[in-house]
């Protein structure tokens, strides 16, 4: 599966973006899809997570409130909808695709086995 990011830009806090990601085949629908995100000299953080069914989402608690994950498998399209982002949001943000995880391990990044390419979001103060 490859997975393409993209919707990060440059946004004042208190703004708004949305990511997406986009798988290249018609196989989504069959995998976990997370969001993790890094910053520089630091590891990568987890997100957000949908299951493949979209009924159960978990969220990092720094963003619980403010973000939005969601899918449309007939789109083959996962969505990340920020709301009244901060600048410590501010890092690159990579989907991420793998088996139906336990809720133990879905915020783990090694679990996850399909990754984008990272899109960067730079929220400025």
């Known amino acids: 599966v490859q997975l393409q990011a993209s919707g990060g830009g440059l946004v004042q806090a208190g703004g708004s973006l949305r990511l997406s990601c986009a798988a290249s085949?018609?196989?989504?629908?069959?995998?976990?899809v997370g969001w993790f995100r890094q910053i520089p000299g630091n590891e990568r953080e987890f997100v957000a997570a949908?299951?493949?069914?979209?009924?159960?989402?978990h969220y990092t608690t720094s963003v619980k409130g403010r973000f939005t994950i969601s899918r449309d498998n007939a789109k083959n399209t996962v969505w990340l909808q920020m709301n009244s982002l901060k600048p410590e949001d501010t890092a690159v943000y990579y989907c991420?695709?793998?088996?139906?995880?336990?809720?133990?391990?879905?915020?783990?990044?090694?679990?996850?086995?399909?990754w984008g390419q990272g899109t960067q979001v730079t929220v400025s103060s």
């Open positions: 991420a695709a793998g088996p139906n995880l336990i809720l133990s391990s879905i915020g783990s990044a090694l679990r996850y086995d399909y």
């Open positions: 085949r018609n196989t989504i629908s069959s995998y976990t």
């Open positions: 949908i299951r493949r069914n979209g009924g159960s989402t």
